[in-house]
């Protein structure tokens, strides 16, 4: 669905975004209203005040929750039953104890985001998160302490790598607007998001951690012992003889097996994304046979559609009939309805601010301001980010916007790529309610709005700034 025509002025519309975010978090906080609820009413009232004409505003509503729920409604549910079988047959343990063995236990957190830099450069945020849920929940089950502690240290890893890293395709469109060179904009990009995510991340994860308790949900994941007895209690009752006492002495699975279980995604996803590189760098002919077979093996919901039957034939058939692991993986679905209908209603709310204009008439009145080119990028994207939500399209079209600018500036393609990650960076911070991923991450671990708004958003803000801080410094010596 295309944008609508605006109705009012730049002024007017960016009253009507406040008034709508302040409105929601009222009905959330204040009232208690269900965050599902109160996301749709708001996106009703908005789209109605930002003047999209009443025959329309059905279109615009499934416009944001459609697209949403297309790209995570597939991963949620398939990460979590690769989460799920993990879990139950003990391989996050596994995973888990090796990684603390590694690193040592004061150093868990760093293992968990070390692991998920790793895995974080060919999958997407959201993909990542998921699948990475269980190590996250053991880890933090075992040592105590704030959730978070653990959680962003890997949340913010795959953000970090979504954001600013080629193959990804935020940073590759930038690349390709601006005119610049996709392998530079990753060679550059790599360690810019390492260096942000250790400092922007990790330490201010810690402190975030240290200051509010967050206890593990077990919404998702039950308790590891207890749930894990539960679990296959109730599945040996359908037709198997596993019950809990079976459970209690059942071998856990090799970790070269649960690590092949994880690399799986991450090279099928690779193919996808190393084929689309290319293509687009002209080393491979777009549309070829071969190439497209492996772009479909690493379509996202594809690999991990794979992932899940490898693990459900490696692991869940180790201890488990065929019935019990479909009774599992029925049971690890049920919580997660909450999730994708508040993620995806999430997506309706941001798909409503882009479509009344509010995002092209913040783009109109921001695109020539008189500062330098990396200044203007950072913070044309950061108040695209703010007013509609979407990473993506802060990113893409902020490239767009000074990409004219660009060209007359006869920029090299290292300086292109700085701009690339100061685009990134503004696209990155601020992560509120009306975006998404935000919702997600308040979803899997159990966090309230207001305890959201004072972690998740704290510590994108600080990535965003310290990916910039080093561009910026790179772009003084350049």
């Not at 002025?9 to 009232?31: D, E, K, N, Q, S």
Request: aromatic share 8%; glycine share 12%; proline share 4%.
């Amino acid at each position: 669905m295309e944008a609508i025509e605006p109705a009012h002025g730049t002024t007017t519309l960016l009253l009507i975004a406040a008034g709508a975010v302040a409105l929601l978090l009222f009905l959330i906080m204040r009232v208690k209203l269900h965050a599902f609820v109160a996301l749709v009413l708001v996106s009703v009232l908005t789209a109605l005040a930002a003047g999209i004409p009443v025959a329309d505003v059905p279109s615009a509503l499934s416009y944001g929750f459609s697209s949403t729920l297309g790209s995570v409604a597939l991963l949620v549910g398939f990460g979590v039953m690769i989460g799920r079988l993990l879990e139950i047959t003990g391989g996050a343990q596994v995973l888990a104890d090796t990684l603390i063995g590694r690193f040592g236990e004061k150093r868990a957190p760093l293992a968990i985001g070390v692991a998920a830099l790793l895995f974080g450069f060919p999958i997407f945020f959201d993909a990542g998160l998921v699948v990475f849920l269980p190590i996250i929940m053991t880890v933090a089950r075992r040592f105590g302490g704030s959730l978070l502690l653990y959680a962003f240290p890997a949340a913010g890893a795959f953000a970090a790598m979504h954001a600013l890293v080629p193959p990804h395709p935020g940073p590759v469109a930038a690349a390709e607007v601006l005119g610049g060179s996709i392998g530079l904009a990753l060679l550059v990009g790599f360690p810019v998001a390492v260096l942000s995510w250790f400092v922007g991340s990790y330490l201010i994860s810690q402190v975030i951690g240290h200051r509010v308790h967050v206890d593990v949900p077990t919404a998702l994941f039950g308790e590891m012992n207890g749930g894990r007895d539960e679990e296959a209690g109730g599945a040996g009752s359908g037709g198997s003889s596993s019950g809990g006492t079976a459970t209690a002495t059942r071998t856990a699975p090799p970790f070269a097996t649960v690590l092949g279980i994880l690399l799986l995604p991450f090279v099928l996803i690779s193919c996808n994304t190393v084929i689309d590189t290319l293509m687009t760098a002209g080393v491979v002919e777009e549309g070829a046979t071969w190439a497209e077979y492996l772009k479909l093996l690493g379509n996202t919901s594809i690999a991990l559609l794979i992932t899940v039957i490898v693990a459900t034939l490696v692991l869940g058939l180790r201890d488990h009939s065929m019935a019990d692991v479909s009774a599992i993986l029925d049971k690890a679905l049920g919580p997660i309805c909450a999730i994708i209908l508040i993620t995806g209603a999430g997506g309706m709310f941001g798909g409503v601010l882009r479509l009344s204009g509010i995002g092209a008439a913040l783009s109109n009145s921001l695109s020539n301001l008189g500062m330098s080119l990396i200044l203007q990028a950072f913070l044309i994207a950061t108040l695209l980010r703010v007013a509609q939500g979407s990473a993506t399209v802060a990113l893409t079209t902020t490239a767009g916007l000074i990409s004219a600018a660009v060209a007359d500036a006869g920029l090299s393609n290292f300086q292109i790529s700085l701009l690339v990650i100061a685009i990134a960076a503004g696209a990155t911070v601020l992560s509120h309610v009306n975006d998404s991923g935000f919702w997600l991450v308040s979803r899997f671990f159990g966090l309230d709005v207001k305890t959201t708004l004072k972690t998740w958003t704290v510590m994108e803000t600080t990535l965003g700034l310290s990916a910039f801080v080093v561009a910026l410094a790179l772009w003084v010596v350049a």
